[in-house]
Protein backbone atom coordinates (compact mmCIF):
# COMPACT_ATOMS: atom_id res chain seq x y z
CA UNK A 1 0.00 0.00 0.00
CA UNK A 2 1.52 3.45 -1.32
CA UNK A 3 1.22 6.53 0.85
CA UNK A 4 -0.41 9.13 0.11
CA UNK A 5 1.31 11.93 -1.41
CA UNK A 6 0.81 14.40 2.21
CA UNK A 7 4.12 11.79 3.73
CA UNK A 8 6.35 13.48 1.17
CA UNK A 9 6.09 16.79 2.65
CA UNK A 10 5.64 15.69 6.28
CA UNK A 11 7.93 18.32 7.57
CA UNK A 12 5.86 20.66 6.31
CA UNK A 13 2.46 19.48 7.24
CA UNK A 14 1.47 20.79 10.91
CA UNK A 15 -0.55 17.93 11.59
CA UNK A 16 2.17 15.31 11.31
CA UNK A 17 4.46 17.72 14.17
CA UNK A 18 1.01 18.27 16.15
CA UNK A 19 0.92 14.17 16.17
CA UNK A 20 4.54 13.38 16.86
CA UNK A 21 4.44 16.23 19.67
CA UNK A 22 1.27 15.11 21.56
CA UNK A 23 2.66 11.25 21.23
CA UNK A 24 5.66 12.37 22.91
CA UNK A 25 4.24 14.86 25.74
CA UNK A 26 1.76 12.19 26.66
CA UNK A 27 4.13 9.41 26.69
CA UNK A 28 6.40 11.66 28.52
CA UNK A 29 3.77 12.27 31.51
CA UNK A 30 3.73 8.74 31.32
CA UNK A 31 7.16 8.23 32.55
CA UNK A 32 7.39 11.05 34.77
CA UNK A 33 4.45 10.08 36.59
CA UNK A 34 4.34 7.79 40.15
CA UNK A 35 3.09 4.49 38.38
CA UNK A 36 0.87 4.13 41.69
CA UNK A 37 -1.25 6.88 40.33
CA UNK A 38 -3.52 5.33 38.21
CA UNK A 39 -6.03 7.80 37.52
CA UNK A 40 -3.62 9.89 36.34
CA UNK A 41 -1.77 7.21 33.65
CA UNK A 42 -5.77 6.40 32.57
CA UNK A 43 -6.20 9.90 31.94
CA UNK A 44 -2.33 9.81 30.06
CA UNK A 45 -3.80 6.58 28.34
CA UNK A 46 -6.79 8.06 26.83
CA UNK A 47 -5.37 10.99 25.66
CA UNK A 48 -3.48 8.27 22.96
CA UNK A 49 -6.43 8.39 21.22
CA UNK A 50 -6.36 11.83 19.95
CA UNK A 51 -2.85 11.81 17.83
CA UNK A 52 -4.10 8.65 16.38
CA UNK A 53 -7.60 9.60 15.48
CA UNK A 54 -5.94 12.83 13.90
CA UNK A 55 -3.76 10.65 12.00
CA UNK A 56 -6.23 8.42 10.58
CA UNK A 57 -8.31 11.16 10.00
CA UNK A 58 -5.65 13.07 8.32
CA UNK A 59 -3.64 10.14 6.43
CA UNK A 60 -6.23 7.73 6.20
CA UNK A 61 -5.63 4.07 7.41
CA UNK A 62 -1.77 3.77 6.91
CA UNK A 63 -1.56 6.67 9.04
CA UNK A 64 -3.78 5.78 11.68
CA UNK A 65 -1.94 2.06 11.71
CA UNK A 66 1.37 3.93 11.96
CA UNK A 67 0.19 6.17 14.65
CA UNK A 68 -0.83 3.15 16.58
CA UNK A 69 2.14 1.18 16.19
CA UNK A 70 4.42 3.96 17.08
CA UNK A 71 1.73 4.52 20.50
CA UNK A 72 2.61 1.27 21.31
CA UNK A 73 6.26 1.46 20.69
CA UNK A 74 6.50 4.54 23.20
CA UNK A 75 3.40 2.76 25.55
CA UNK A 76 4.80 -0.77 26.24
CA UNK A 77 7.88 0.15 28.07
CA UNK A 78 6.49 2.42 30.48
CA UNK A 79 3.72 -0.91 30.88
CA UNK A 80 6.51 -3.36 31.63
CA UNK A 81 7.97 -1.19 34.42
CA UNK A 82 4.73 -0.95 35.89
CA UNK A 83 4.34 -4.58 35.68
CA UNK A 84 5.90 -5.53 39.18
CA UNK A 85 3.83 -2.94 41.03
CA UNK A 86 0.22 -2.95 39.31
CA UNK A 87 0.56 -6.33 37.47
CA UNK A 88 -3.42 -6.47 36.91
CA UNK A 89 -3.53 -2.86 36.14
CA UNK A 90 -0.40 -3.37 33.68
CA UNK A 91 -2.22 -6.30 31.98
CA UNK A 92 -5.19 -4.12 30.99
CA UNK A 93 -2.40 -1.51 29.83
CA UNK A 94 -1.02 -4.09 27.55
CA UNK A 95 -4.28 -4.78 26.01
CA UNK A 96 -5.08 -1.26 25.26
CA UNK A 97 -2.57 -1.09 22.24
CA UNK A 98 -4.73 -3.85 20.59
CA UNK A 99 -7.07 -0.82 21.22
CA UNK A 100 -5.02 1.63 20.22
CA UNK A 101 -4.51 -0.30 16.73
CA UNK A 102 -7.86 -1.11 16.25
CA UNK A 103 -8.60 2.54 16.56
CA UNK A 104 -6.62 3.31 14.19
CA UNK A 105 -7.50 0.83 11.84
CA UNK A 106 -11.26 1.74 11.76
CA UNK A 107 -10.48 5.61 11.86
CA UNK A 108 -8.23 5.43 8.96
CA UNK A 109 -10.94 3.08 7.03
CA UNK A 110 -13.33 5.73 7.89
CA UNK A 111 -11.47 8.55 6.82
CA UNK A 112 -10.28 6.72 3.43
CA UNK A 113 -13.75 5.85 2.50
CA UNK A 114 -14.81 9.61 3.34
CA UNK A 115 -12.12 10.93 1.13
CA UNK A 116 -13.02 8.51 -1.63
CA UNK A 117 -16.44 9.31 -1.59
CA UNK A 118 -15.67 12.76 -1.64
CA UNK A 119 -13.22 12.26 -4.42
CA UNK A 120 -15.88 10.36 -6.05
CA UNK A 121 -18.14 13.54 -6.02
CA UNK A 122 -15.57 16.03 -6.80
CA UNK A 123 -15.52 13.84 -9.85
CA UNK A 124 -18.78 13.61 -10.53
CA UNK A 125 -19.31 17.26 -10.21
CA UNK A 126 -16.30 18.03 -12.59
CA UNK A 127 -18.44 15.47 -15.03
CA UNK A 128 -21.37 17.22 -14.57
CA UNK A 129 -20.08 20.38 -15.19
CA UNK A 130 -17.95 19.06 -18.21
CA UNK A 131 -21.27 18.04 -19.02
CA UNK A 132 -23.37 21.03 -18.27
CA UNK A 133 -20.87 23.17 -20.24
CA UNK A 134 -21.07 20.85 -23.29
CA UNK A 135 -24.91 21.29 -23.09
CA UNK A 136 -24.28 24.95 -23.14
CA UNK A 137 -21.93 25.14 -26.03
CA UNK A 138 -24.59 22.70 -27.82
CA UNK A 139 -27.20 25.21 -26.87
CA UNK A 140 -25.39 27.83 -28.31
CA UNK A 141 -24.39 26.66 -31.08
CA UNK A 142 -27.98 25.67 -32.06
CA UNK A 143 -29.33 29.13 -31.34
CA UNK A 144 -26.53 30.18 -33.35
CA UNK A 145 -27.34 27.90 -36.11
CA UNK A 146 -31.12 29.30 -35.72
CA UNK A 147 -30.50 32.84 -35.94
CA UNK A 148 -28.17 32.51 -38.71
CA UNK A 149 -30.90 31.51 -41.07
CA UNK A 150 -33.67 33.12 -42.91
CA UNK A 151 -36.18 30.96 -41.82
CA UNK A 152 -38.20 31.76 -38.74
CA UNK A 153 -38.61 29.35 -36.08
CA UNK A 154 -41.07 29.47 -33.58
CA UNK A 155 -41.41 26.76 -30.72
CA UNK A 156 -45.22 26.72 -28.98
CA UNK A 157 -46.36 24.83 -25.85
CA UNK A 158 -49.23 22.92 -25.82
CA UNK A 159 -51.40 25.68 -24.74
CA UNK A 160 -50.51 27.54 -28.25
CA UNK A 161 -48.30 30.04 -26.08
CA UNK A 162 -44.89 31.17 -27.74
CA UNK A 163 -42.07 29.50 -26.11
CA UNK A 164 -39.56 30.68 -28.40
CA UNK A 165 -39.25 32.26 -31.45
CA UNK A 166 -35.83 33.58 -33.48
CA UNK A 167 -35.19 37.16 -34.50
CA UNK A 168 -35.83 35.78 -37.87
CA UNK A 169 -39.49 35.11 -36.82
CA UNK A 170 -39.87 38.13 -34.93
CA UNK A 171 -38.71 39.90 -38.08
CA UNK A 172 -41.17 38.62 -40.32
CA UNK A 173 -44.25 39.19 -38.11
CA UNK A 174 -42.98 42.85 -37.73
CA UNK A 175 -43.16 41.43 -33.44
CA UNK A 176 -40.87 41.73 -30.39
CA UNK A 177 -43.36 39.80 -28.63
CA UNK A 178 -40.91 37.43 -26.37
CA UNK A 179 -41.37 34.00 -24.50
CA UNK A 180 -44.86 33.10 -23.68
CA UNK A 181 -46.70 35.59 -25.94
CA UNK A 182 -49.93 34.86 -27.77
CA UNK A 183 -49.37 33.48 -31.62
CA UNK A 184 -50.52 35.66 -34.62
CA UNK A 185 -54.10 35.23 -35.16
CA UNK A 186 -53.45 33.59 -38.49
CA UNK A 187 -50.30 31.48 -37.10
CA UNK A 188 -53.23 29.69 -34.23
CA UNK A 189 -55.65 28.98 -37.29
CA UNK A 190 -52.85 27.25 -39.43
CA UNK A 191 -51.98 25.43 -36.04
CA UNK A 192 -56.11 24.84 -35.68
CA UNK A 193 -55.43 23.11 -39.08
CA UNK A 194 -55.54 19.04 -38.48
CA UNK A 195 -53.33 18.68 -41.64
CA UNK A 196 -49.70 19.80 -41.34
CA UNK A 197 -49.54 20.36 -45.10
CA UNK A 198 -47.06 22.92 -46.26
CA UNK A 199 -49.45 26.38 -46.90
CA UNK A 200 -48.88 29.96 -47.70
CA UNK A 201 -50.33 33.09 -45.85
CA UNK A 202 -50.16 36.59 -46.17
CA UNK A 203 -48.93 37.86 -42.90
CA UNK A 204 -47.22 41.53 -41.98
CA UNK A 205 -47.33 42.16 -45.71
CA UNK A 206 -44.82 39.27 -46.26
CA UNK A 207 -45.72 36.00 -48.12
CA UNK A 208 -44.83 33.17 -45.49
CA UNK A 209 -44.91 29.40 -46.11
CA UNK A 210 -45.60 27.82 -43.23
CA UNK A 211 -44.81 24.34 -41.84
CA UNK A 212 -44.88 22.50 -38.84
CA UNK A 213 -43.97 19.37 -36.56
CA UNK A 214 -44.62 18.37 -33.09
CA UNK A 215 -42.02 18.95 -30.56
CA UNK A 216 -40.96 15.34 -28.92
CA UNK A 217 -39.23 15.64 -25.30
CA UNK A 218 -36.69 13.62 -24.02
CA UNK A 219 -39.46 10.75 -23.11
CA UNK A 220 -40.94 11.03 -25.97
CA UNK A 221 -43.59 13.07 -24.78
CA UNK A 222 -45.12 15.86 -27.19
CA UNK A 223 -44.00 19.39 -25.31
CA UNK A 224 -46.12 21.28 -28.46
CA UNK A 225 -44.82 22.10 -32.18
CA UNK A 226 -41.68 24.10 -33.73
CA UNK A 227 -43.41 25.92 -36.46
CA UNK A 228 -41.44 27.20 -39.61
CA UNK A 229 -41.67 30.24 -41.30
CA UNK A 230 -40.04 30.59 -44.95
CA UNK A 231 -40.04 34.18 -46.14
CA UNK A 232 -41.63 33.67 -49.79
CA UNK A 233 -42.21 37.41 -50.55
CA UNK A 234 -39.27 37.19 -53.04
CA UNK A 235 -39.71 34.37 -54.88
CA UNK A 236 -43.18 35.17 -55.57
CA UNK A 237 -41.86 38.85 -56.78
CA UNK A 238 -39.98 36.91 -58.89
CA UNK A 239 -42.01 34.49 -60.10
CA UNK A 240 -44.79 37.59 -60.88
CA UNK A 241 -41.84 38.89 -62.98
CA UNK A 242 -41.27 35.67 -64.93
CA UNK A 243 -44.84 35.84 -65.67
CA UNK A 244 -44.89 39.72 -66.68
CA UNK A 245 -42.14 38.81 -68.87
CA UNK A 246 -43.57 35.50 -70.48
CA UNK A 247 -46.48 38.16 -70.85
CA UNK A 248 -44.47 40.63 -72.40
CA UNK A 249 -43.19 38.11 -74.39
CA UNK A 250 -46.21 36.80 -75.50
CA UNK A 251 -47.88 40.13 -76.33
CA UNK A 252 -44.62 41.24 -78.51
CA UNK A 253 -44.53 38.17 -80.53
CA UNK A 254 -48.62 38.93 -81.10
CA UNK A 255 -48.20 42.15 -81.79
CA UNK A 256 -45.34 41.89 -84.22
CA UNK A 257 -47.50 39.15 -86.25
CA UNK A 258 -50.29 41.69 -86.13
CA UNK A 259 -48.15 44.74 -87.15
CA UNK A 260 -46.84 42.70 -90.60
CA UNK A 261 -50.13 41.29 -91.75
CA UNK A 262 -51.63 44.89 -91.01
CA UNK A 263 -49.35 46.99 -92.77
CA UNK A 264 -49.70 45.95 -96.35
CA UNK A 265 -53.56 46.09 -96.44
CA UNK A 266 -53.15 49.59 -94.99
CA UNK A 267 -50.23 50.90 -97.38
CA UNK A 268 -53.24 49.58 -99.81
CA UNK A 269 -56.08 51.98 -98.30
CA UNK A 270 -53.76 54.93 -98.00
CA UNK A 271 -53.23 54.68 -101.51
CA UNK A 272 -56.82 54.63 -102.51
CA UNK A 273 -57.22 57.45 -100.03
CA UNK A 274 -55.23 59.54 -101.71
CA UNK A 275 -56.16 58.89 -105.02
CA UNK A 276 -59.80 59.69 -104.29
CA UNK A 277 -58.20 62.77 -102.69
CA UNK A 278 -56.93 63.16 -106.06
CA UNK A 279 -60.72 63.04 -107.31
CA UNK A 280 -62.54 64.89 -105.37
CA UNK A 281 -60.82 68.25 -105.46
CA UNK A 282 -64.08 69.76 -106.67
CA UNK A 283 -66.28 68.05 -103.73
CA UNK A 284 -64.59 69.82 -100.71
CA UNK A 285 -67.11 67.77 -98.20
CA UNK A 286 -65.36 64.65 -99.54
CA UNK A 287 -62.11 65.72 -100.14
CA UNK A 288 -62.52 66.23 -95.78
CA UNK A 289 -63.34 63.35 -95.63
CA UNK A 290 -60.60 61.46 -97.84
CA UNK A 291 -57.73 63.95 -95.67
CA UNK A 292 -59.32 62.60 -92.56
CA UNK A 293 -59.08 59.13 -94.12
CA UNK A 294 -55.15 59.63 -94.33
CA UNK A 295 -54.91 61.17 -91.07
CA UNK A 296 -56.05 58.41 -88.85
CA UNK A 297 -53.98 56.35 -91.66
CA UNK A 298 -51.18 57.80 -90.42
CA UNK A 299 -52.21 57.39 -87.40
CA UNK A 300 -52.51 54.27 -87.25
CA UNK A 301 -49.23 53.59 -89.22
CA UNK A 302 -47.47 55.36 -86.21
CA UNK A 303 -49.13 52.75 -84.05
CA UNK A 304 -47.49 49.82 -85.85
CA UNK A 305 -44.31 51.47 -86.08
CA UNK A 306 -44.25 51.70 -82.28
CA UNK A 307 -45.93 47.66 -81.69
CA UNK A 308 -42.96 46.79 -84.30
CA UNK A 309 -40.31 48.68 -81.90
CA UNK A 310 -41.86 47.18 -78.97
CA UNK A 311 -41.99 43.73 -80.69
CA UNK A 312 -38.31 43.47 -82.06
CA UNK A 313 -35.36 42.56 -80.96
CA UNK A 314 -33.24 45.69 -79.96
CA UNK A 315 -29.57 45.29 -81.26
CA UNK A 316 -27.80 48.02 -78.73
CA UNK A 317 -24.91 49.37 -80.59
CA UNK A 318 -21.54 49.95 -77.92
CA UNK A 319 -19.89 53.30 -77.32
CA UNK A 320 -19.03 56.01 -75.01
CA UNK A 321 -21.87 58.10 -74.48
CA UNK A 322 -21.52 62.19 -73.10
CA UNK A 323 -24.37 62.41 -70.70
CA UNK A 324 -24.59 66.39 -70.97
CA UNK A 325 -24.53 66.55 -74.23
CA UNK A 326 -27.43 63.32 -74.58
CA UNK A 327 -29.47 64.96 -72.34
CA UNK A 328 -28.90 68.59 -74.60
CA UNK A 329 -30.24 66.89 -77.51
CA UNK A 330 -33.10 65.47 -76.44
CA UNK A 331 -34.37 68.99 -74.75
CA UNK A 332 -33.82 70.86 -78.01
CA UNK A 333 -35.69 68.43 -79.95
CA UNK A 334 -38.56 68.38 -77.42
CA UNK A 335 -37.82 72.31 -76.80
CA UNK A 336 -40.71 73.16 -79.42
CA UNK A 337 -43.27 70.97 -78.40
CA UNK A 338 -42.96 71.84 -74.82
CA UNK A 339 -43.27 75.50 -75.48
CA UNK A 340 -46.63 74.66 -77.08
CA UNK A 341 -48.19 73.23 -73.63
CA UNK A 342 -46.58 76.31 -72.05
CA UNK A 343 -44.22 74.03 -70.24
CA UNK A 344 -40.78 75.03 -68.74
CA UNK A 345 -37.71 72.46 -69.45
CA UNK A 346 -34.94 72.90 -66.61
CA UNK A 347 -31.76 70.49 -67.15
CA UNK A 348 -29.98 70.21 -64.46
CA UNK A 349 -27.05 68.15 -65.55
CA UNK A 350 -23.39 68.51 -65.01
CA UNK A 351 -20.93 68.70 -67.09
CA UNK A 352 -18.34 66.55 -65.10
CA UNK A 353 -21.23 64.29 -65.38
CA UNK A 354 -19.59 60.14 -66.07
CA UNK A 355 -20.25 59.17 -69.30
CA UNK A 356 -22.64 55.88 -70.29
CA UNK A 357 -21.70 53.18 -72.53
CA UNK A 358 -24.69 52.12 -74.56
CA UNK A 359 -26.06 52.74 -77.52
CA UNK A 360 -27.06 56.61 -77.82
CA UNK A 361 -30.60 56.68 -80.12
CA UNK A 362 -32.10 53.95 -77.65
CA UNK A 363 -31.39 56.12 -74.83
CA UNK A 364 -32.01 59.49 -76.69
CA UNK A 365 -35.44 57.58 -77.78
CA UNK A 366 -36.19 56.35 -74.29
CA UNK A 367 -35.68 59.92 -73.09
CA UNK A 368 -37.93 61.65 -75.54
CA UNK A 369 -40.76 59.29 -74.53
CA UNK A 370 -40.42 60.45 -70.45
CA UNK A 371 -40.16 64.14 -71.85
CA UNK A 372 -43.49 63.60 -73.83
CA UNK A 373 -44.99 62.10 -71.23
CA UNK A 374 -44.14 64.47 -68.70
CA UNK A 375 -45.41 67.57 -71.05
CA UNK A 376 -48.28 66.09 -71.91
CA UNK A 377 -49.28 65.60 -67.76
CA UNK A 378 -48.15 69.37 -66.98
CA UNK A 379 -50.54 71.90 -66.77
CA UNK A 380 -49.66 75.03 -68.26
CA UNK A 381 -47.33 77.17 -66.61
CA UNK A 382 -45.80 74.06 -65.60
CA UNK A 383 -42.10 72.81 -65.47
CA UNK A 384 -40.37 69.48 -66.02
CA UNK A 385 -37.07 68.84 -64.83
CA UNK A 386 -34.41 66.43 -66.16
CA UNK A 387 -31.13 65.95 -63.53
CA UNK A 388 -28.68 63.36 -62.88
CA UNK A 389 -27.18 61.30 -59.84
CA UNK A 390 -24.49 59.33 -59.41
CA UNK A 391 -25.09 56.21 -56.61
CA UNK A 392 -23.30 53.31 -55.66
CA UNK A 393 -24.47 50.03 -54.39
CA UNK A 394 -22.56 46.31 -53.00
CA UNK A 395 -23.01 45.52 -56.90
CA UNK A 396 -21.62 48.48 -58.91
CA UNK A 397 -22.50 52.67 -59.81
CA UNK A 398 -25.16 53.53 -61.37
CA UNK A 399 -26.27 56.84 -63.27
CA UNK A 400 -29.66 57.81 -62.47
CA UNK A 401 -32.31 60.40 -64.38
CA UNK A 402 -34.77 61.88 -62.94
CA UNK A 403 -37.36 63.15 -65.12
CA UNK A 404 -39.96 65.07 -62.94
CA UNK A 405 -43.00 67.20 -63.49
CA UNK A 406 -45.16 69.31 -62.03
CA UNK A 407 -48.72 67.93 -62.82
CA UNK A 408 -51.37 65.99 -60.72
CA UNK A 409 -49.23 62.64 -60.22
CA UNK A 410 -50.26 59.31 -61.02
CA UNK A 411 -53.20 57.60 -58.89
CA UNK A 412 -51.76 54.81 -56.55
CA UNK A 413 -54.14 52.82 -58.27
CA UNK A 414 -52.28 52.82 -61.45
CA UNK A 415 -48.62 52.77 -60.21
CA UNK A 416 -48.24 49.22 -60.96
CA UNK A 417 -50.00 49.84 -64.29
CA UNK A 418 -47.97 52.12 -66.04
CA UNK A 419 -45.37 49.78 -68.00
CA UNK A 420 -47.94 47.68 -68.91
CA UNK A 421 -48.68 47.54 -73.15
CA UNK A 422 -51.86 49.78 -74.00
CA UNK A 423 -52.30 50.64 -70.67
CA UNK A 424 -52.82 54.89 -70.96
CA UNK A 425 -54.93 57.50 -68.78
CA UNK A 426 -54.82 59.41 -71.59
CA UNK A 427 -57.67 59.60 -74.64
CA UNK A 428 -55.05 59.89 -77.37
CA UNK A 429 -52.48 57.55 -75.80
CA UNK A 430 -51.04 54.25 -77.24
CA UNK A 431 -50.09 53.07 -73.97
CA UNK A 432 -46.56 51.86 -75.26
CA UNK A 433 -44.04 54.94 -74.61
CA UNK A 434 -43.31 53.62 -71.55
CA UNK A 435 -43.38 49.82 -72.04
CA UNK A 436 -41.14 50.73 -75.05
CA UNK A 437 -38.83 52.63 -72.15
CA UNK A 438 -38.32 49.82 -70.16
CA UNK A 439 -37.94 47.67 -72.73
CA UNK A 440 -34.95 49.65 -73.95
CA UNK A 441 -33.88 50.16 -70.35
CA UNK A 442 -33.67 46.57 -69.26
CA UNK A 443 -31.76 46.16 -72.51
CA UNK A 444 -28.99 48.13 -71.15
CA UNK A 445 -29.22 46.63 -67.55
CA UNK A 446 -30.77 49.12 -65.75
CA UNK A 447 -34.13 49.66 -64.09
CA UNK A 448 -36.79 52.15 -64.44
CA UNK A 449 -39.95 53.43 -61.64
CA UNK A 450 -42.30 55.73 -61.32
CA UNK A 451 -42.89 57.71 -58.08
CA UNK A 452 -45.44 60.63 -57.34
CA UNK A 453 -43.04 63.15 -55.87
CA UNK A 454 -43.83 64.33 -51.95
CA UNK A 455 -43.98 67.98 -53.50
CA UNK A 456 -46.36 67.16 -56.28
CA UNK A 457 -45.68 65.58 -59.83
CA UNK A 458 -44.82 62.71 -60.79
CA UNK A 459 -40.93 61.38 -61.25
CA UNK A 460 -39.28 58.83 -63.66
CA UNK A 461 -36.32 57.48 -62.38
CA UNK A 462 -34.09 55.57 -64.72
CA UNK A 463 -31.16 54.32 -63.46
CA UNK A 464 -28.31 53.16 -66.02
CA UNK A 465 -25.06 50.90 -64.78
CA UNK A 466 -22.14 52.71 -65.07
CA UNK A 467 -18.83 51.23 -67.05
CA UNK A 468 -20.69 48.16 -68.24
CA UNK A 469 -18.53 45.42 -70.16
CA UNK A 470 -19.75 45.06 -73.40
CA UNK A 471 -20.59 41.26 -73.71
CA UNK A 472 -23.36 42.33 -70.60
CA UNK A 473 -25.07 44.29 -72.83
Given at each position: MSLPSRFISWSEDRVFWFILISLMVITLLHYLTDVQLLPYHSIYRSLYYIPIAVAAVRYGRVGGILA??????????????????????????????????????LAGTLADAERQQRQRAEVAAQQLAQQAEVAERMRAETESILESIDSGVITIDTDGQVMQATRAAQHLLNSADGVHAPLHTQLQVYMTHPASDYQQHTI???????????????????????????????????????????????????AGGLAHEIRNPLAITRAAAQMLQQRLVDTPK????????????DRMDQLIEQLLTYARPQRIAHCAIDVDALVTRTMTLTQAYAAQHAVRMISDVS?????????????????VNLILNSIQATPNGGMVRISTQSLCDSERTWLRFLVCDTGPGIPETDLSRVFDPFFTT??????????????????????????????GGACVIMDLPLHQRKEAL
Amino acid sequence: MSLPSRFISWSEDRVFWFILISLMVITLLHYLTDVQLLPYHSIYRSLYYIPIAVAAVRYGRVGGILAALTTSALYIPHVFIAWGVVPDESFNDLLENALFLFVGILAGTLADAERQQRQRAEVAAQQLAQQAEVAERMRAETESILESIDSGVITIDTDGQVMQATRAAQHLLNSADGVHAPLHTQLQVYMTHPASDYQQHTIAGRTLGLHRTPLVGARSEQRGHVLVLDNLTALKSLEEQVQHTERHAALGRLAGGLAHEIRNPLAITRAAAQMLQQRLVDTPKLHEYTAVMQTEIDRMDQLIEQLLTYARPQRIAHCAIDVDALVTRTMTLTQAYAAQHAVRMISDVSPDTPSLEGDPELLHQALVNLILNSIQATPNGGMVRISTQSLCDSERTWLRFLVCDTGPGIPETDLSRVFDPFFTTRPDGTGLGLSIVQHIVQNHRGKVTVSNAAEGGACVIMDLPLHQRKEAL
